[in-house]
């Protein structure tokens, strides 16, 4: 249903490609609230990239960050109502895709523990094969990317949960303490230790 919504109404959008927004993301749940899909559709494509390069960050799968998010915005769309302006829409949002994100997650440990339990003890060691990166710039600048990638995702997981909020989606303070739910202060320690963290695993990336 709600794809279906998304292409009919896409031509309908409240705000002007290229302009500054007409309405700010309360003002649009508040119209969709009312009956407005536009106001959908315009929330949509105000968050749906965002939303999904946020997810890629702790799945590392596209694909299923991309359903992800499909289910944030169905979840928004059936559930509304349960929005209260008594927070930024933006909080609201994202936590809804890193509770999904974190349950599909849970799903994956589950499954690997399952497939694990059903290995015999004789079973065939398989080793990755060498990565041999080429010399040519874009094929380092890639190299460093999946490096950079691979030490966010080694953080643990409160580190690497502000850190992707803060370096990546660039949330203010505020707004990554209502969605991880802690103190500020908290946010900004975590924001700090992460990232001397990061400095140590990468001081040889030059």
Known sequence: MMKQNSSNLS??????????????DEQLIARFQSGDE??????VNRFRDRLINFVFQFL???????DVVQDTMLKLYVKKHYYREIAKFSTWIYTIARNLANTELRKRKRRKTTLLS?????EREYELPAIQPDTGSEVQSEFAEKLIQ???????????????????????????????????????SRINRARLQLQAELKDLR
């Open 118 to 122: 059903h290995m015999s003890r004789d």
């Open 11 to 24: 031509a309908m959008s409240l705000d002007k490609q290229n302009k500054p927004f007409i309405y700010t």
């Open 38 to 43: 536009r106001a959908y559709v315009e929330l």
């Open 150 to 188: 691979s030490a966010i995702h080694s953080l643990p997981e409160h580190f690497k949960t502000v850190i992707i909020l803060r370096d990546i989606q660039e949330l203010s303070y505020d707004d990554i303490s209502s969605i991880v739910g802690v103190p500020l202060g908290t946010v900004k």
């Open 60 to 66: 590392w799968d596209r694909e299923q960050a991309e």
